[in-house]
């Protein structure tokens, strides 16, 4: 079992940054793959960035390439997504997810945490 819990979301002026972090429970954390997704006021929920248990392979939404940094720490069990050059379409409820196996684009992961809000006003 893996719980999850996200951080870091709050109001921010376009152009700004924002850091999010994940931490998660469970002793075999470093073997799931994690990810981070979103979703807008009536969208549907869609993938930010994914990184391996490793972390040495990431993942992003064409999107958010060059802009969002998705990182882990293992011994902090904890995921992070930097976030810079914010756009106001990027105003969304943010949340961390893992799976077992390898990092994908879908939102087919095992535990999902509560969500973080993230505003970007222009």
């Known amino acids: 079992q893996v719980q999850l819990v996200e951080s870091g979301g709050g109001l921010v002026q376009a152009g700004g940054s924002l850091r999010l972090t994940c931490a998660a429970s469970?002793?075999?954390?470093?073997?799931?793959?994690m990810g981070w997704f979103r979703q807008a006021p009536g969208k549907e929920r869609e993938f930010v960035a994914a990184?391996?248990?490793?972390?040495?392979?990431?993942y992003y939404a064409e999107s958010v390439k060059g802009r969002f940094t998705i990182s882990r720490d293992g011994a902090k069990n904890t995921v992070y997504l930097q976030m810079n050059s914010l756009k106001p379409e990027d105003t969304a409820v943010y949340y961390c997810a893992a799976r077992r196996g390898g990092p994908i684009p879908r939102d087919e992961y095992d535990y999902w945490g509560q969500g973080t809000q993230v505003t970007v006003s222009s």
């Open positions: 990184i391996s248990w490793s972390g040495g392979n990431t």
């Open positions: 469970g002793r075999t954390f470093s073997t799931y793959a």
